[in-house]
């Protein structure tokens, strides 16, 4: 992996990434000259225990922006830049320009009980300089480069000191609020481990110390021991419905030896990773023949205050279609009761994900029993 | 309140409720008289620490019928059997036809770890039978009658004995996945406390435990102390958009003395909780001049095993439109991290919902400093 870190002239962060060593070819823009004026708020959720971000700024943020203008495409006219330089490189990473917390998030006025900085950081990821592809689309190489550039960003957010918990993350398709088409995700960091982390951490330390094995070993033996669930096993790595999956063909990509982080997978693991990934994205596309509208979140061990190996590193895809045009909501009974009510069993979700074309002549793979 | 308890000809509960007597002027119809043959089953996420309900039945489910088909309203034509009798009732409830959790649901083939039936109760609650008409063109008496129905499902349910938790809620709009344009709303009831009662139930515990007042008392106070959030103060109850709030415009209705259940109000604390809504309701409408698409849930203690008088008693809206034409969506850090990002202040989303008038000649509420 090789990348080149630069300043914009707002001066904001913004990391080049490339498979080969990364060349810039013109000057480094900014749609804006103005620094970034963000006071990101929190406050606390005192019923449910959690945090809400406030960040008035973000109302005024870019919204479906006609073709013409593609803020993540590089720079043609210098007269109208976007957030992205000409040059050779692969993935790029920079500073949200209307983030939801900040490292430098000052002491909000006095407000109600609970009320504090929005102490974090939001980045905003470029997949591919293709704006018209896929996640999909991108190479066995560029899967496992962006798995790299998510681990590097972990590192380096840890590093900080002021950072607990990672989250990357894609939404894709206008149905789930997709304000630009450009391949892309996002990253939160969190100056504490949010709820869902947290959660996933006790858990698995519960597990841990009732089993004296990890949660992700025991899951992924009996994934592959019942078979019925798995959509790709790549021998380092796979892909299942849980079976206790919450939406219609939820995939979860989990490596076979258990780890905490990405910075935790060999160079053959990641890539392993990355093919599992690549596959299960494909088979969502083809599952109902139309671009799956879906979340993709990266689970990592909280950071920066000793480790963790007992938190269960895995990939989660929602999609939103649980049957052609028809999108799954999230409505009274999983954001009143916080329960999910899923029409499709994983079993059969993953028969079904199994069945798709991937590609010409690729060979489908088979239910284990 | 006045009721009439009869059975449908597929064998599921109907009750009719009235401000007036009942009077039935038709067969009690049934879509189909198949009896209902559901299985729901459930399956414990070990990650996340919460059940998930699996119903494959409900894939089949009415969706955005014909208006010449309106299961909700009274049957014309006995050839054409509707959900609902010809009748003087206000309101309607009945067990749903396609139910996530059935109190009958029998023990499911033998599946992954923390597999079991899917054991509670799932109603449909028709508000009116104006098939055009919106919960908050319901009269003063209307919604006092409907939250005296809520209080009496409630009551009902913790009576079956195998209940732990009722959850009424209305999804309001096709953004937000309605199916059935008539207003209705659903009652979900579970055999065991769901996550975010739990942690109602919790958090408020600990702060009766530390203060030794309700937590609901102490909210109530800081409100009209502040006055900035506060949208309507009628005495026994008000509304106000939570110092914590989730969603731009969330809206949460209060008793002023707290309570734990709807059916430990007094009647006029019910009728000023009703003109709370109502006058709540009206204020979502008209902030953008569109019928604003929202989820309403009645959070309630839990029922059947003690009483739990620290619950505080409260309704939540979240509507989805954050600004003209713009949902609010549930992405990345929602769902992936349970943490929410809102672009809009409380205080500034209380004073347009204060702002926005209600009904010709009303005195609009002004802020209370």
């Known amino acids: 992996m090789h990348h080149r870190d630069v300043l914009k002239p707002d001066g904001r962060a913004l990391t080049l990434y490339g498979v080969r060593p990364v060349q810039v070819t013109s000057e480094i823009p900014s749609p804006s000259v103005d620094p970034v004026d963000a006071r990101p708020v929190m406050r606390w959720h005192p019923l449910r225990g959690e945090w809400v971000m406030y960040a008035a700024h973000r109302l005024g943020r870019t919204f479906l922006p006609p073709p013409e203008y593609n803020p993540l495409a590089p720079t043609r006219d210098p007269a109208h830049p976007t957030e992205l330089p000409r040059g050779e490189y692969d993935i790029a990473v920079f500073d949200n320009r209307f983030p939801s917390l900040t490292l430098t998030a000052p002491d909000p006025e006095p407000g109600p009980a609970g009320t504090r900085a929005g102490v974090g950081k939001c980045e905003v990821v470029m997949f591919s300089q293709d704006a018209h592809g896929r996640l999909a689309d991108l190479s066995e190489t560029q899967l496992a480069l962006l798995l790299d550039v998510w681990a590097d960003r972990t590192t380096r957010l840890a590093g900080t000191g002021q950072i607990r918990s990672v989250l990357a993350f894609e939404n894709r398709g206008v149905e789930v609020g ?192």
Not at 179 to 201: K, S
Not at 215 to 224: C, K, N, P, S, T
């Open 178 to 369: 997709v304000t630009l088409h450009h391949p892309h995700g996002q990253i939160y960091a969190f100056d504490h481990v949010p709820p869902v982390q947290a959660r996933m951490l006790t858990t698995a330390q519960a597990h841990h110390a009732a089993h004296g094995r990890p949660w992700l070993a025991d899951f992924v033996q009996a994934e592959q021991a019942a078979g019925t669930r798995v959509i790709r096993d790549e021998g380092l790595a796979l892909s299942v419905v849980p079976p206790f999956a919450r939406f219609p063909y939820e995939t979860w990509m989990v490596p076979a030896r258990p780890a905490a982080l990405l910075s935790d997978l060999s160079a053959e693991e990641t890539r392993a990773f990355g093919r599992v990934l690549q596959d299960a994205l494909r088979r969502l596309d083809g599952l109902f023949g139309v671009p799956m509208p879906y979340l993709l979140t990266v689970h990592q061990a909280p950071v920066g205050a000793g480790s963790h190996p007992e938190f269960p590193l895995h990939i989660e895809i929602y999609p939103y279609l649980r049957a052609p045009g028809r999108l799954k909501f999230l409505a009274g009974t999983e954001q009143g009761a916080g329960e999910f009510a899923n029409d499709k069993f994983p079993e059969a979700a993953a028969q079904e994900l199994r069945a798709v074309s991937v590609a010409p002549g690729e060979r489908n793979i088979e239910p284990g029993n």
